[in-house]
């Protein structure tokens, strides 16, 4: 009973650094999204893909990459960290439009 | 584009109080609207939905919301509150067209209960 796997769940990182943050998921969800979590800012959506295959970009996405490796996995990378990326980000994916989504425990990154 | 307003930002109330958590949103034809709770260092998990049909929606773990089309609400609100309860709040919108892939969520409510 997975559900949405994150890894890693904490890390460290030097400022220009780069790093990949690991999503799966065991649904069979089509879509998949990964949001960031600041203090006061609710979820801010940074990328998404809509299906296999294809990405979009969200509200945030500057800074970031993402790779819909095949329907289970979605991941987002950092090139170069910088301070301002420091937050809790977290992975999701859902079914189709009308279903709600289903998050991972998030990782939480700091960026020093 | 889709807006969530959750207009409290922090809600304490006592044990076994009534709660209300307000979530405006912005107008559109048709809407998806969900709740979420997010205890301390975890992800979020849903606690109710509302995606057509009757606009008292009940939820997990006592909570119901009731949908306003005319006023554009979604309130979360709770009989009796328990110190469990304690945890931040999220209202999310989706638009209820096809296509619409993407999940607008308010800033949160943190709920306090008082002992």
């Known amino acids: 009973n997975a559900g949405v796997t994150q890894t890693p769940k904490f890390q460290v990182l030097k400022t220009g650094q780069s790093m990949t943050l690991q999503c799966a998921q065991d649904m069979n969800h089509n879509s998949m999204y990964w949001y960031r979590q600041d203090p006061g800012m609710g979820l801010r959506l940074i990328y998404y893909s809509a299906s296999e295959g294809t990405t979009d970009k969200g509200e945030v996405p500057n800074g970031y990459n993402v790779s819909r490796l095949n329907k289970r996995e979605f991941s987002l990378r950092l090139e170069s960290a910088a301070p301002s990326q420091t937050s809790v980000y977290f992975c999701?994916?859902?079914?189709?439009?009308?279903?709600?989504?289903?998050f991972g425990d998030g990782t939480r990154l700091s960026i020093l | 584009a889709q807006s969530v307003t959750q207009l409290d930002s922090q809600v304490p109330v006592f044990e076994e109080a009534p709660v209300e958590l307000r979530c405006n949103y912005s107008?559109?034809?048709?809407?998806?609207l969900f709740w979420y709770v997010q205890y301390p260092n975890q992800g979020l998990q849903l606690l109710l939905k509302?995606?057509?049909?009757?606009?008292l929606v009940k939820g997990i773990n006592g909570f119901e919301a009731e949908f306003n089309k005319s006023q554009t609400s979604f309130h979360l609100r709770k009989p009796s509150v328990h110190i469990s309860d304690t945890a931040e709040y999220f209202c999310?919108?989706?638009?209820?067209?096809?296509?619409?892939?993407?999940?607008?969520f308010g800033k949160g409510t943190k709920l306090s209960v008082i002992p």
């Open positions: 999310a919108v989706s638009d209820g067209e096809a296509g619409s892939y993407q999940l607008t």
């Open positions: 509302y995606l057509s049909g009757s606009t």
């Open positions: 999701a994916s859902r079914r189709r439009e009308n279903q709600p989504q289903h």
């Open positions: 107008s559109s034809v048709s809407v998806y």
